[in-house]
């Protein structure tokens, strides 16, 4: 197989004495959407989280194995510049509570030193790719003042604007009504022609729609990853098929 | 029966609440009313323009409350001028910078501040900031504005600093996780994610100290100087609104011109913090109103 996208290598996380992540070792390849899946607590924000280094701002956070990006040990370059190309998107919608435009354009300028049109050129074109640059008639309104489905994509317009190689996405739609969460699953699915989407999802179904690959977590194990059509029609483990079923009925 | 209990507890709640909006009413009036009596023998713009304050002088004494007024601005301005970047500072690192040894050391630090009597502070500012300025800065006295501002600066940080660290506490930590998640780095979160969504909170706390720095006296009457003249910088001696008040009433006969003349000195700076405090809460709320 080509080279992968994100890697993890008999990866053990601790939250200080508590062992969330157990001997997990993972392939994500490029311009895929992988989802993650499995009962609550299981680790799988823990697992995502790994990939940008977000454990790194917990002090109690321990891990051990490898984390690999691009192939390189993500612990060898900085968190800042890792980030930067690992974009993440969070489970309840965060914007800072700042102009729409002053939003998306924060990674930017901290990344990037552009002249005021091509950042505002910049600015407009993530916020079309969330398809919201049409419901956003001012761009110099706060972005508190936006619905929840509108902050998550403005969130998701915010991580795409500096262009990252992957996006990691913690449950986003947990927040949002079905149109919103509708209009960022297509939005998920455009995504993957250009990048490697990781998403955290207790929707069934909706791991059916948007991922290729899909991985079945339980207790901090990894126990089942593989193509996402195969894992819900005939999963080889016994969990994976409770697990389903449990949820299904 | 409950209903009769609530409705009771609603009734005390509200007469507590009316009482202390008349005990405040009241000594606004007595200010006022008293200070008033002034303007039957001297007229309000020689007050507010005049530049000589000399109630005592037996040919024609005069109250002219300028000079004073601008010397509490200047101490005011001074202190604000270094407590506000200082204590924000001060805030900011300790609650998102420092390792947890430091904040532990600091904040009692802090808090001990907070607690040495204004007398103290003032006995501070003669022996020792006093003649460091002197010496410093080649002054003929170390008794000056600065003296006051510097003294009112370190009465104001505890307030500053601990209302400031709250509200940079405050700031949920989703917005920091988000800055750190574009690939911001602890500084540029700080300065363009934390505090930017604290801002209500930074003006509510400077102008808290503000108003400290405004009504103190004890300490700037000690190291100011109290010359009662029109100073033109920090290096002046100065005699401010409250110094006046608190070195004259003492000897003053009541019912004089004189004692009317304090009185209105008094509603001047209550109108000062008045003004001050309306000030903070309409630019406090501007923010608040853009946040969220
Ligand atoms: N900061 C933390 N400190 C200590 N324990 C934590 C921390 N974050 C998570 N945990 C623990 O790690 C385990 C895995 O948590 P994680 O958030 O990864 O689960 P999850 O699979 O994302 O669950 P959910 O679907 O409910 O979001 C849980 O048992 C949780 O209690
Ligand atoms: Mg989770």
Same mark, same amino acid.
């Given at each position: 197989m080509s080279q992968m996208k994100l890697e993890a290598k008999g990866l053990d996380l601790f939250f200080g004495a508590k062992h969330v992540l157990k001997k997990v070792s993972i392939r994500i390849p490029d311009k895929q959407v992988t989802a993650l899946i499995g009962p609550s607590g299981c680790g799988k924000s823990t697992l995502l989280r790994c990939f940008n280094r977000m454990h790194d701002l917990n002090p109690m956070a321990k891990l051990k194995g490898d984390v690999l990006f691009e192939g390189q040990d993500?612990? =060898? @370059?900085k968190a800042a510049e890792l980030r930067q190309k690992v974009g993440m998107v969070f489970q309840k919608p965060n914007p800072?509570?700042? @102009?729409i435009f002053d939003n998306v354009a924060y990674g930017l300028r901290l990344s990037q030193k552009l002249t005021k049109s091509e950042l505002e050129y910049k600015v407009k074109a993530a916020l079309s790719q969330a398809h919201l640059i049409d419901e956003l008639p001012d761009l110099k309104a706060s972005a508190m003042e936006l619905s929840g489905g509108q902050q998550q994509r403005l969130c998701i317009a915010r991580a795409v604007a500096v262009s990252p190689s992957v996006l990691l996405m913690d449950?986003?739609? @947990?927040? =949002?009504d079905p149109i919103s969460t509708r209009k960022v699953e297509e939005l998920v699915l455009q995504l993957k022609s250009d990048y490697c989407v990781v998403i955290v999802t207790h929707n069934m179904q909706q791991a059916k729609r948007v991922s290729d690959l899909t991985a079945f977590m339980y207790m901090g194990e990894l126990i089942e990853f593989s193509e996402t059509r195969q894992l819900f029609d005939k999963a080889s483990h016994e969990l994976t098929r409770n697990y389903l079923e449990g949820s299904f009925g | 029966m409950r209903d009769r209990v609530n409705r009771l507890m609603a009734l005390i709640i509200q007469a507590c609440a009316l009482s202390s909006v008349l005990v405040l009413m009241g000594i606004f009036l007595m200010l006022l009313i008293n200070g008033a009596m002034l303007f039957k023998e001297v007229s309000v713009f020689d007050f507010l323009t005049g530049m000589t304050w000399n109630p005592g002088a037996f040919d024609g004494p005069a109250y002219g409350a300028l000079s004073l007024i601008w010397s509490t601005i200047l101490v005011t301005i001074g202190a604000m001028l270094m407590a506000i970047p200082l204590g924000i500072a001060m805030a900011a690192f300790m609650s998102e910078v420092a390792p947890r040894f430091w904040r532990n050391l600091l904040k009692p630090l802090i808090e001990l501040l907070a607690g040495i009597p204004s007398v103290v502070l003032g006995f501070i500012g003669i022996e020792l900031i006093g003649p460091l300025l002197q010496k410093y800065l080649g002054?003929?006295?170390?008794?000056n504005a600065l003296n006051g501002s510097i003294l009112l600066c370190l009465m104001a940080l505890p307030t500053i600093i601990s209302l400031s660290e709250e509200a940079i506490r405050a700031v949920p930590f989703s917005f920091k996780e988000a800055s750190y998640g574009l690939g911001a780095g602890k500084w540029e979160t700080l300065i363009k994610v934390t505090l930017p969504a604290c801002t209500s909170g930074l003006i509510a706390s400077s102008m808290l100290g503000l108003g400290r720095a405004l009504g103190e006296t004890m300490t700037v009457l000690m190291v100011t100087g109290n010359a009662l003249q029109f100073p033109h910088g920090f290096y002046d001696s100065v005699r401010t609104l409250t110094s006046t008040i608190a070195i004259e009433l003492g000897e003053v006969a009541s019912g004089t011109t004189h004692y009317f003349a304090l009185f209105a000195v008094a509603s001047l700076l209550f109108c000062l913090c008045l003004i001050i405090n309306i000030a903070a809460e309409a630019i406090a709320a501007k923010f608040r109103y853009r946040q969220t």
């Open positions: 993500i612990h =060898l @370059s800072f509570p700042q @102009s449950e986003p739609c @947990s927040a =949002l | 002054l003929s006295t170390g008794f």
